[in-house]
């Protein structure tokens, strides 16, 4: 088949501006806590953290954006006005005091405007606040577990289900949380690494056997969040999707009296382990 370069160009012109309006349509109705076709930018935020998060980013890219333009701006230059038919006799300046004070001063001011947000948010990340709540996420092959020690030590198994929407995200026990609470999330491998992270809260933690690691949010919005265990732990490392329900106060307080007594501890939970352990 034959096309013209005029033909060829309108094609691709025309399968540009599709997928752009593709993403922008797919980005415009993207719901709260989970992802959204042809989505390219981060998730809505539902905590401090990733608020946070995301302001970094749109920081960074911005300052990417104009560093990039800068740079091309002064290749373009060169090539226009310093080749070597334009500029027949070549200048023989080796030194420039302002321009070379210039070109080192910027750029360390340039990092130190990138440093000093990125350690306020590794610190915000990191140190974790007076938690409201502990919970226990651990990570087997393949689901998580999630114990809650402050509400009446109780646990249950969170699977995915084949039958509930999002596909591959929905799963048959969500983890139950309360809106604006400070939530802290131990974790822990009971067989490989796994990883516990939930995009709109701006958490990723790495569950490893024999350790516990510890992270914190503080959902800001009630609703569904969906996250995905994001370290490869074999074969069904993709099918154990992480489902965190923030509701108020009230109806979290009535589902752990309903959660107690539907996952009274089995023998082999976290509690009656640790219980046997002191014996
Ligand atoms: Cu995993």
């Known amino acids: 088949m034959k ?43 539902a905590s401090p953290v990733m608020e946070n998060i995301t302001w970094f980013h749109n920081f960074l890219t911005v300052l990417i954006f104009v560093i990039t333009l800068f740079v091309l701006g ?19 300046t080796t030194h420039n005091t302002l321009i070379e004070v210039a070109w080192t001063l910027i750029p360390v001011l340039i990092l130190v405007s990138i440093a ?21 996420a651990t990570g087997k092959q393949w689901y ?20 509930k ?19 802290r999330v131990q974790t822990t491998g009971a067989d490989v690494i796994h990883s516990f992270a939930v995009p709109a809260f701006g958490i990723k933690i790495d569950a ?32 154990m999707p992480i489902a965190v329900r923030v509701v108020s106060d009230q109806e979290f307080a ?6 107690k007594k539907k996952f009274a501890s089995a023998p082999d939970s976290t509690f009656a382990s640790a219980a046997g352990a002191a014996q």
């Open 3 to 45: 096309m013209s370069m005029g033909r060829m160009g309108a094609r691709w012109l025309g399968l540009a501006v599709g997928s752009v309006a593709l993403a922008a349509s797919g980005a415009a109705d993207a719901e709260l806590g989970q992802p959204a076709p042809w989505e390219f930018r981060l998730q809505e935020a």
């Open 74 to 92: 002064l290749l373009v230059a060169v090539v226009v006005k310093f080749n070597a038919k334009a500029n027949p006799v070549p200048s023989r």
């Open 116 to 136: 000093v947000p990125s350690f306020r948010l590794l610190f915000l990340e990191l140190d974790i606040p007076k938690a409201d709540l502990t919970i226990k």
């Open 144 to 163: 998580w577990s999630y114990a809650y020690p402050d509400n009446g030590k109780f646990e249950f198994d969170s699977l995915m289900a084949q039958d």
């Open 165 to 183: 929407q999002p596909r591959l995200l929905g799963v048959d026990n969500e983890m139950v949380v309360p809106v604006n609470k400070i939530v």
């Open 208 to 239: 490893i056997p024999g350790r516990l690691n510890e992270t914190w949010f503080k959902a800001t919005k009630t609703g569904m969040f969906y996250g995905q265990c994001s370290e490869l732990c074999g074969k069904d490392h993709a099918f």
């Open 254 to 259: 009535s589902w752990v009296e309903t959660a």
